[in-house]
């Protein structure tokens, strides 16, 4: 870590990147983005805020520093910290009747929301409003939390619900600390909604600069992903199915109407509010985007880079099936080693290889294993941990995706830009980049296949039409490489981001 330097003071960056669990402690990805847009605009200097959780989940710095980074530091909101010592507080009734306001907003957006963005900024952490003490020892605060508990809850104890409320909005003061003592920066920009995007909503009302959102995953979905599959929330009845909204336990609920309302603060500050695509740009408008506000840029990719892997693939189909991704749920590796159980049974010289990061849920990761021998796959199916694709791209017949959520994956561009036809659930955009997404993309044709959610057999057969057949191989493979090169270029990417980095600066804040 010691060549990621830290401003001095008086230091500044040009861009502020304002980063949640990702780069540069984790590989692949979003972090792989953000390191290609950096190092993509040489003439702009960045700093980096990372948010993490766990201060031990982030041991690893997976990157090298690129030469225009000029500031790193590090967050940790469920680190154990001292807090300020229990004593008598008041605290200030006008205070929390703004609260009360605040939160009403939150439970039915309205046109309420540079008000309640305003009322939201003065409050929190301030002498004048809200401090750290007030929320944890003040009477006035405890009525609050007693009173909604009475109002709205359905289910938990109220001891559940108080510590819930604890520690939903703790990590607000932490945060509110952190935008008060971040070197200056002339733009600021999140790569998430979260904590990240709300740290970024404070910076843009509290400096008057501007503050820019890139959405890869839509982050409230994805928590309520995460949320449904959560241990340490403790139900009182099952979640069933995906309709978490309606079956979730009124614990899991808060959690995501917390997340949700974070979302809705930052859509409110930011401009523009950038997807990779436009089922993505719809979901932003459906969930509080301006959309005015809202445009489309999609991942690019280095094509000089992976193009030339083609010259070292082997001739026709070779029988091996890849994973690229973090061995995680969201991911599903265990419907691709499902699939690749049908495989080899038919297949005999088929192989799987997973082939990504195994550090982030140890426990997923041996169930992963368990199961593998439990298939009686030991021997045709390989955890190979974290590779440079450029290594394992030239080597595969098939790149498949099982996840169940996606953006706009890089690895299914990179794979076809080296040849690779992909197999992949029908999540993001991924139904873009296997059948086009216009009249002029899908003539082109079909760069391999979409399967459902969490369905080994139909993923098996996916596999199994492409590498039995090499003529329709074939002709996936050249659909893949014609729609990366007409439409997925890092070339475009950079020069649009250099595009909205210009106007931001230019236009300053409204």
Not at 241 to 262: K, N, Q, V
Not at 289 to 314: C, K, M
Not at 320 to 349: E, N, W, Y
Request: aromatic fraction near 10%; hydrophobic fraction near 40%; charged fraction near 25%.
């Amino acid at each position: 870590m010691s060549d990621w330097p830290r401003l001095g003071p008086g230091g500044s960056a040009d861009i502020c990147l304002l980063l949640e669990g990702t780069y540069p402690f984790v590989s692949g990805g979003v972090s792989s983005w953000v390191h290609q847009i950096i190092r993509g605009l040489p003439e702009l200097t960045f700093s980096i805020a990372f948010l993490g959780g766990e201060r031990a989940a982030y041991d690893e710095i997976r990157y090298e520093k690129p030469d225009n980074v000029v500031h790193l530091e590090m967050h940790y909101m469920m680190d154990g910290e001292e807090l300020p010592p229990p004593r008598v507080v008041r605290g200030r009734h006008a205070a929390f009747e703004q609260v009360k306001q605040l939160h009403e907003y939150l439970r039915q957006p309205d046109g309420r929301a540079a008000p309640a963005l305003q009322a939201m900024v003065e409050l929190l952490g301030r002498r004048d409003g809200i401090t750290l003490s007030d929320f944890l020892y003040s009477k006035q605060a405890w009525s609050y939390v007693q009173d909604h508990y009475e109002r709205f809850s359905s289910e938990p104890s109220f001891i559940d619900y108080f510590w819930t409320v604890r520690n939903m909005h703790q990590p607000l003061f932490k945060l509110s600390d952190i935008a008060d003592s971040l070197p200056p920066a002339r733009i600021y920009h999140s790569v998430s909604t979260g904590y990240a995007g709300f740290l970024g909503t404070l910076l843009r009302q509290r400096r008057q600069r501007p503050f820019i959102l890139t959405e890869h995953g839509i982050y409230t979905k994805e928590r309520k992903i995460d949320l449904a599959q959560a241990e340490w929330i403790q139900d009182t009845r099952e979640t069933l199915g995906t309709a978490i909204d309606e079956e979730a336990s009124y614990i899991r609920r808060l959690w995501i109407h917390f997340f949700e309302g974070l979302g809705r603060f930052a859509y409110a500050s930011a401009s523009p509010i950038v997807s990779l695509y436009e089922g993505n740009r719809q979901r932003q408008l459906a969930d509080g985007a301006a959309q005015d506000r809202t445009q489309v840029v999609p991942n690019g990719i280095d094509l000089p880079r992976f193009s030339a892997l083609r010259e070292s693939r082997p001739a026709g189909v070779p029988p091996v099936v890849g994973l690229i991704g973090r061995v995680v749920p969201i991911k599903d590796i265990k419907t691709f080693i499902r699939a690749m159980h049908s495989v080899c049974t038919q297949h005999p010289q088929a192989e799987g290889w997973i082939v990504g990061p195994e550090d982030e849920d140890a426990e997923y990761v041996h169930e992963c294993r368990d199961l593998v021998e439990n298939l009686g796959l030991a021997e045709r199916v390989r955890f190979l941990g974290f590779r440079r694709v450029d290594e394992i791209l030239p080597q595969l017949g098939v790149l498949v995706l099982t996840s169940i959520s996606e953006a706009l994956p890089l690895v299914v561009l990179e794979g076809f830009a080296a040849g690779v036809p992909a197999v992949t659930t029908d999540v993001g955009s991924c139904s873009e980049l296997i059948e086009g997404s216009n009249e002029a993309d899908r003539a082109i044709g079909v760069a391999g296949e979409l399967v459902p959610i969490a369905s080994p057999e139909d993923t098996a057969r996916a596999i199994l039409r492409l590498l039995d057949n090499p003529v329709r191989w074939e002709a996936t493979q050249r659909a893949g490489i014609e729609r990366v090169e007409r439409f997925y270029t890092q070339t475009d990417m950079f020069q649009a981001y250099r595009d909205i980095y210009e106007t931001a600066l230019a236009e300053g804040v409204s």
